[in-house]
C-alpha cells in the first residue's frame, strides 16, 4: 500500500495567516492527490483533487501544489471557518490511503 | 442532488458481525463509473479507506482488513451493504459511505454520508 505521511500534525494560527500544510506520498502518485476538510463532528469535504483543482464552491484562498511524492496544501489568509483538521488521500492505488491529519487550531 | 445515508447498529458485541447499510439517491450505481466506498474514523483518529465497489460488480479491499469485509450492492434499492466479521473493541468508529469520483486506478470521496457511530462493546 502507498503510504501518506502528513504534516505537521497540528499547528496554531491567527486569523489572517498563510497556513501550509504537507503530505509526502511513499512512492509517485502523479498528482492522484485530494485534500478534505474535517469539523468536529462532520463527515469531511473535499477542497481539492488532482492535487491543485479546486471542488466546486471552495473558496479560492485554498490552494494545492505539488508533483511526483511531495504535496502541499496551502491556505493564503485563515478565516474562523477554517479551523477544523485536514486530510490528505491518494487515489494513485486502486487502493486508496490518507494521511494521518492535520488539526489546525486558534493561536 | 446526491445524497448517501448510512444505517446499522450503534453498539455491537465483540465477535459479532456488522452489517452497515449505505442508503443513497441522485444517482445508480448501475450507470457506468459509479462507485461507492466505505471510509471509518476511530474517535480522535485518522480516516481509514475500507472497501469499495463498482458499476459492474468490481470489489476493492483494504489490505489490512480484506479476510473480515464483504461488500455488496442491491441496484433496485440504490444500497450498498458491508459486513465486517469478528468484530472488537478497536473497530469502534465512526462508519461512513461516500460516492466515489473516478480519478484513474481510484478516486476522490464526494459526497459523504453523515456517518454512523458504532462501539464494540460487552
Redesign the interface.
Known sequence: ?IQMTQSPSSLSASVGDIVTITCRASQGISN?L?W?QQKPG?????LL??ASRL?SGVPSRFSGSGSGTDYTLTISSLQPEDFASY?C?Q???????????TKVEIK | QVTLRESGPAVVKPTQTLTLTCTFSGFSLSVTGMCVTWIRQPPGK????LARIDWDDDK?Y??SLRTRLTISKDTSKNQVVLTVTNMDPVDTATY?C?RL?Y?????????????TLVTVSS
Not at chain 1, 42 to 46: E, I, M
Not at chain 2, 103 to 114: A, I, L, R, V, Y
Open positions: 500500500d492522484s485530494a478534505y462532520k463527515a469531511p469535504k473535499v483533487f488532482g471542488q486530510y488521500q487515489y494513485y492505488s486502486p487502493l486508496p490511503t490518507f494521511g494521518q491529519g | 485518522a480516516l481509514e479507506w476493492y483494504s489490505t461512513y461516500a469520483q480519478g484513474g486506478n481510484s478516486g476522490w470521496f464526494d459526497p459523504w454520508g453523515q456517518g
